[in-house]
């Protein structure tokens, strides 16, 4: 049985990437999602590496709706591969792309390497501006010590990104992008979390020992908590993509309910309904990006869908594992997965809890601080 609530979504990751939804259609779940899933594998084989990057490097040049949708695809075959190649777009956009980072996303884009991230979002309350890594500065570049957990990615990388505050001679420190090999000495990979959950996505501690780095793997963004241009189309990326990551796991669900004829017509419009205005609040942030906003505004319109998504996931696959049935929850391992997927959103940063103020303060007529 074929159904279209996917239908546009599928449609752009076929586009992208040929024959790659189809050979996720043919592995089972518990397969995709297993510590030895190839779905990095074949993710880079099909050219995912380079869906940001400029087609005059090689790479899809695709906006941010298309990459909105090619997430929600993801999503709804591997939540762990949405999730892990979500840090590595972003990661991508967070790369300023001037003269100096050129040559970066070319070879990015043809070597098909993928990029893990070692912001700071993994800290508890603690800001992506907030690197956990601390820096030495010597005369032939930096030197870095500290670790990321989790981080996407640990062992399918290429490349390690960590976001750094580098001292200045005047005192000041400046916010930068380091950029290196994945296998450069000193750099570990390390377990982190327990085994069962996400396990494709690769989610390990990696810690860097007396990492050196030279000058020309970093690029800078600007002086501390400066949230310059690139930073935010990163930051407004991630939250708009990791949401249509998870929107993917409960359309599953919901698909489920049309192939198994599960449920009233009633709720199974309802339910799939539900998933396509969330989908389109986040189209609407994402149309903005493609339009060159930046601002504060598109920040908290970002945030908004975000959270509206997050609370809209998690009922639409509580209440579509419902009609599934108690016999499908108890013999079918997807569906209890997916529903425990589809929780997680709440997880990813900022937390809700945290942004209540600022989002507040906003509305109030002050400027949007991200703690």
């Known amino acids: 049985m074929h159904t279209h609530i996917l239908s546009k979504e599928r449609e752009v990751l076929e586009r992208v990437m040929p024959g790659l939804d189809a050979r996720l259609a043919a592995c089972p779940l518990q397969q995709l ?25 090689g790479g ?12 929600r695809a993801l999503g709804s075959r591997s939540p762990s591969l949405a999730l892990a190649t979500n840090m590595h777009t972003c990661t991508v956009a967070a790369i300023p792309p ?10 990015i884009a043809r070597d098909r390497l993928l990029v893990a991230s070692g912001f700071a979002e993994g800290r508890p309350a603690t800001s992506i501006q907030s690197p956990g890594i601390e820096v030495r500065v010597k005369a032939d570049g930096l030197v870095l010590n500290g670790s990321k957990k989790p981080c996407s990615l640990a062992r399918s990388m290429d490349l390690f990104t960590a976001s750094v505050l580098v001292p200045q001679e005047d005192g000041r420190r400046r916010f930068a992008l380091v950029t290196v090999p994945a296998h450069l000495d000193g750099i570990e990979r390390l377990p982190f979390a327990e085994p069962g959950f996400l396990d494709a996505a690769e989610n390990q501690e990696v810690r860097l020992r007396e990492v050196s780095v030279p000058h020309e793997y970093v690029s800078y963004f600007g002086e501390e908590l400066t949230l310059t241009q690139e930073l935010s189309a990163a930051f407004l990326w991630f939250e708009i993509f990791v949401s249509a990551s998870y929107l993917g796991a409960a359309s599953a669900l919901v698909e489920r309910l049309y192939l198994h004829q599960r449920g009233s017509a009633a709720v199974r419009a309802q339910l799939a309904g539900q998933l396509q205005a969330t989908m389109l609040s986040l189209e609407a942030v994402a149309w903005r990006i493609d339009t060159g906003e930046r601002d504060a505004h598109a920040v908290v319109s970002a945030l908004a869908a975000r959270y509206e ?35 997680a959103l709440a997880f990813h940063p900022p937390g809700r809890w945290v942004m209540d103020e600022p989002l507040d303060s906003y509305f109030k007529g002050q400027e949007l601080h991200i703690p």
């Open 33 to 57: 999602e297993g510590a030895e899933s190839p779905v990095l594998a074949w993710f880079k084989a099909a050219g995912g590496a380079g869906m940001l990057i400029p087609r005059a490097l």
């Open 60 to 71: 899809h040049e695709l906006r941010a709706l298309e990459v909105l949708r090619v997430q």
């Open 98 to 107: 001037c003269e100096a980072t050129q040559d970066l996303l070319q070879m």
């Open 309 to 343: 998504a997050q609370r809209v996931i998690a009922q639409v696959a509580a209440d579509a594992a419902e009609q599934l049935g108690g016999m499908q929850y108890l013999v079918s391992p997807d569906v209890q997965y997916l529903l425990r997927v589809c929780r």
